[in-house]
């Protein structure tokens, strides 16, 4: 037996959480379930929308399956999704792309994988405001220390890339391909511009390849690379990016394959992994049995994986496959005409994924 932690997060989280652990139990994999809140409606009962029983739950069990949490505005709460990423050092954000059959989208075979680095970059938040003292600082110097001037109207916000992070993101990539018979991984980066981090990226990554000899291994310009997947996504595999680019191109491949319905993912680092669907909390659909549940069983696909359960998961993602292709028992969003009265609720559809195992 093996404990998940299943935070049933808030707005159509308890829906399709419930709808992905009934899935996943029918495939046989034997999960025993941890439920733990989380998100804004339990603010005012813990006075936090993080509770430290569920925090320490994840902790504990190093594998959670997480429904959305909204991400309250102007409480002074901060991200509960960004809190736990950094508390856990979850580094690799995982997000496979692929084509299901009687899914709408303009392209048909698409299976990419997105790895981004979740820990580095401009998203480090390492921010400075525009006219504080600090920014005036750091404008001085950097005028006084190179050729390029920065005027003293600007805000900066900085761009570290390290050698231990870019290393362990692409062990993960190479790992990961390995593992699932992948044939290629990409290294996506802009160093033709910024020599010293995307350079820096680039370089090691090189160095990584080469202990996988038995996966094919090439870089891509970033703008390239972007025109290449929307004219031939099927020479790409596992593609590899720092963190602003992975949060851009991760979008663009789940709108390759039909949108953020279908778009599962996963944060993954050495102290856990939390498994979620791309999409949030979708609060005015809270509570109607409307939305589609399938990114969040697509990512307890990718749990089962993780956890070694190869046959449950691949029972569930033929399920899903299935029903979809089928086109009758699913929610409106995957109707050709969204008001169609034949559409059923995410518990009917999870009904039908199980009815299919
Ligand atoms: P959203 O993903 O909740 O909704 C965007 C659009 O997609 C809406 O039209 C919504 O109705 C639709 N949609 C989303 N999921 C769907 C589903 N399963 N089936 C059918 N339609 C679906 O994005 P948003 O409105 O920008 O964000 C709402 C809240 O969710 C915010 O507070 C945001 O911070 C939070 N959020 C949380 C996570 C997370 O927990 N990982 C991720 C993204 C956003």
Redesign the pocket.
Known sequence: MTNVTLIT?D???PE?ADAARRCIDATGADIKWEPAEAG?EVMEKFGTPLPEATFESVRRNGVAL????????GTGFR???VYMRQQLDLYACLRPCKSYEGVRSRYTDIDLVVVRENTEDLYAGIEYEKGADDTCELIDWLNAHSDRKVTADSGISIKPISVGATQRVFNFAFDYARKMGRRKVTSVHKANIMKYSDGLWLQVSREVAKDYPDIEFEDRIVDNMCMQLIQKPELYDVIVLPNLYGDIISDLCAGLVG???VAP?ANIGEKGAIF??????????AGQN???????ILSGVLMLRHLGKMAEADRLERAVAAVIAEGKSV???MKADRTDPTAVG?KEMADAIIARM
């Open positions: 997060g707005g159509i989280g399709i804004t997480k429904a959305p949490i909204t991400t309250p505005v991200s509960v999704n949108g953020l319905g993912g979620e669907a791309t999409h949030g909390s979708a609060p005015r659909y409307k939305v589609n549940p399938t990114a969040l929610t409106y969003d995410t």
